[in-house]
């Protein structure tokens, strides 16, 4: 299995971690393929690749994860599909389901704060603007979904679970952590304050902290923008 995805600096948020955060939780083995990015943005070889049609499954984009079967683009698709492999999708149907669910709950907040526009790549807006959209966002938004996500979780799992689905790591406990644990560095401080108050959200995602092939590989992974 080989996995396409670009690679660069580590101030940014790192899009394609999910899916290489459940290749390692699920023990499955990959070729782990980064272009690199320079100065600008550039990434001559992602450029090569786009322009000779190796990436058009993806509709010219990283990333892309190639298996014997067949290849794969979208990244949440990936994402099924390697949960799949490693057997973090659930011993049902229904705990399928409330999966994937919640791994939409985590979509949806992440969509929400780049809908939101105060990133540094976000375009029409003053650094006072941004600013302003910033503290909103982590005073009030946040918080608010984070709630929410939580009420969710005590409802399905109950307060305090260390696994929003079933007896063992999912998809959607790699999802929180993500959500919560793996925030760029510029945003950790405000992401941690924005979940104090939600004991299962906190507890889902040191569980999936603590796992110890996802600790080893945390701890060894390259630094880089996804």
Sequence with gaps: MYFLG??????????????????????????????????????PD?????????LALNLGRAPLLLTPEGDIGQSKSIERYVASLGGLMGKSPVEAARIDMVGEHVRDIKDAQRTKGFSPMSKGKTDEEKAALRGEWFGTDLPSWMARLETCLALMAGEGARHAVGDSISYADVC???????????????????AASCPTLQCIAEAVAAHPKVAAWVSTRPQSMF
């Excluded at 394609?16 to 499955?28: D, E, M, N, S, T």
């Excluded at 992602?46 to 190796?54: H, I, L, M, N």
């Design 176 to 194: 929180i952590w993500s959500l919560i644990k793996d925030a760029p560095p510029t945003d950790a401080k405000e992401v941690a304050e924005a």
């Design 46 to 54: 992602f450029k090569v690749d786009k322009e000779s049609g190796a």
């Design 6 to 43: 670009k690679g660069g600096s580590h101030r940014r948020p790192r899009l394609a971690q999910v899916a290489r955060v459940l290749l390692a939780a699920g023990g499955v083995a990959y070729t782990d393929h980064r272009y690199p990015i320079g100065p600008g943005f550039e990434a």
